[in-house]
């Protein structure tokens, strides 16, 4: 069975920075496509960054700059790091997981951002 958990929300003043993580469990990691999404209040959801198996990295054109995703395989985790944080960045942050070649994706619960002094 195919877990997808994400992890590191929280409570940040303006300024602050957070990495958010997002471990996906139940297949080898490496067939995975990984990407964050966030979906704030009365919005919808909203792609931020994606990174392939292989380490290309993908960002809306509005995030880049301000995001940075990675992966580490040795922990089956992908990563967001956020920096200079804006209000605006408070969301609900979701992590997804892509096997391609199986049709599948796979989503986490999300984890609760919020931008605040």
């Known amino acids: 069975q ?3 958990v994400e992890s ?13 993580s997002c ?3 139940g297949r080898p990691f490496s067939i995975y496509d990984m990407a964050w999404y966030r ?3 009365g919005k919808q959801r909203e792609f931020v960054a994606s990174i392939t198996a292989t380490g290309t990295t993908n960002y809306a054109d509005s995030m880049r ?10 922990k089956n985790t992908a990563y967001l790091q956020i920096n200079s944080l804006r209000p605006e960045d408070t969301a609900v942050y979701y992590c997804n997981a892509r096997w391609i070649t199986a049709g599948s994706n796979y989503w986490g619960q999300g984890t ?4 605040s002094s």
């Open 65 to 74: 700059g301000h995001f940075t995703i990675s992966r580490d395989h040795a």
């Open 23 to 25: 471990e996906a469990s």
């Open 39 to 41: 979906q704030a209040p």
């Open 2 to 4: 195919v877990q997808v």
């Open 8 to 20: 590191g929300g929280g409570l940040v003043q303006p300024g602050g920075s957070l990495r958010l």
């Open 112 to 115: 609760q951002v919020t931008v």
